[in-house]
């Protein structure tokens, strides 16, 4: 369907300071991709193998680094390859796909509420994630059924809490984003009040639900990924294939079904694509807040709202945002690993300020 977007919504204000970026998506998006890349390389050799001795972590030098991940024959301990094939790789993996599903989803969100302090939780997902996981963990599932049982009942529970936000917000078939909003925060707070019950009752069992509500890749492994690569992969798609739809759609409902696209549907499948794509994200992960919030805002200020190119550029940056995130956790502390949701909160809450602070100087967020 062709969309003819708004001038002043999609193209960049002349004497911006990122005019070059909005002039050249494409070379800013490569660049993103190299940035990426590297990422995920450093991130992989990032980090130690825990105490050898009192208060002396062993590091694995870079030259038995790269030959125990290229699995060439060296004078290397042979568990070197395990813990990069094992451990580090499908950990970096894993924090590339839930941030990029986190900042697709976040883009997607804020295109519909048409608010750019919008993002993926705004409907209720994680408390309904957060629901099923703790009460898995709290009656014993896990260990009786298997290890998969948390994030099922997570993303169970966090899709059926999106059809309840969504049957609520929706008349007679029409979207209505107000009351979507206004019933997503208050099924989050009576969600959350559930999950600080089944907290009061956990008592000693409550440090084993702190990595989940922190958000936490040390349960990393490659069964997640494999799961959740394919669910992203098809949500990044689909959102990134309706960026036209999505520019007219900021313009306002009127003026997007003017302009040939029908608003009601593209509501519908983002709000369906977001919520799938985040309970996905969280299942296995835990919470992991402000990825959705400051990533699109932060594409949106360098590239412009011209979703055809700020969803790759949310997608590559929000992967990127998350590896050294989970990077930082791991190694900001010798000898232990923070929960990755406190660096993002260390990291999205100032910005968050930021935000409300431009919105009050300039009068736009956009």
Request: aromatic share 12%.
């Amino acid at each position: 369907m062709a969309l003819e977007s708004g001038q002043s919504d999609v193209e960049p204000a002349k004497g911006s300071r990122f005019a070059f970026f909005r002039r050249n998506p494409l070379l800013f998006i490569v660049l993103l991709f190299l940035f990426l890349l590297v990422s995920t390389f450093l991130a992989v050799l990032v980090g130690t193998l825990g105490p050898i001795g009192p208060g002396e972590p062993e590091k694995i030098s870079l030259s038995d680094a790269m030959y125990a991940i290229l699995k060439l024959d060296g004078d290397y301990p042979a568990y070197y390859t395990a813990v990069f094939w094992d451990v580090r790789i499908p950990r970096v993996l894993l924090a590339g796909l839930v941030g990029a599903a986190l900042a697709c989803a976040g883009t997607a969100m804020q295109a519909i509420f048409r608010n750019p302090m919008a993002d993926p939780f705004i409907i209720g997902v994680s408390s309904g994630a957060a629901v099923g996981a703790v009460s898995a963990g709290l009656i014993g599932l896990t260990t009786v059924v298997g290890a998969f049982t948390a994030p099922m009942l997570a993303f169970v529970s966090a899709l059926v809490t999106v059809l309840v936000v969504y049957k609520m917000g929706t008349v007679r078939g029409k979207v209505y984003v107000d009351t979507l909003l206004l019933s997503g925060v208050a099924i989050a707070a009576f969600l959350g009040a559930i999950v600080s019950f089944l907290i009061f009752f956990a008592r000693d069992d409550y440090h084993q639900l702190i990595p989940w509500l922190l958000g936490s890749f040390a349960v990393a492994k490659w069964s997640y990924v494999w799961i959740l690569v394919l669910p992203v992969c098809f949500g990044v798609c689909l959102v990134f294939l309706f960026g036209r739809e999505l520019n007219a759609l900021l313009l306002g409902e009127e003026t997007a079904h003017n302009l040939g696209a029908d608003p009601e549907f593209l509501k519908k499948l983002m709000l369906t694509t977001a919520a799938l794509v985040t309970a996905g994200a969280v299942a296995f992960t835990g919470i992991i807040g402000f990825v959705g919030l400051i990533v699109p805002h932060m594409m949106r200020i360098l590239v412009g709202a011209d979703h055809r190119a700020l969803v790759p550029a949310s997608i590559l940056f929000g992967a990127s945002f998350l590896i050294w995130a989970d990077a930082i956790s791991r190694t900001i502390i010798p000898g232990q690993e923070l929960p990755v949701g406190i660096i993002t909160a260390l990291c999205g809450g100032p910005f968050f300020l930021y935000l409300l602070r431009r919105s009050r100087t300039s009068g736009s967020m956009s």
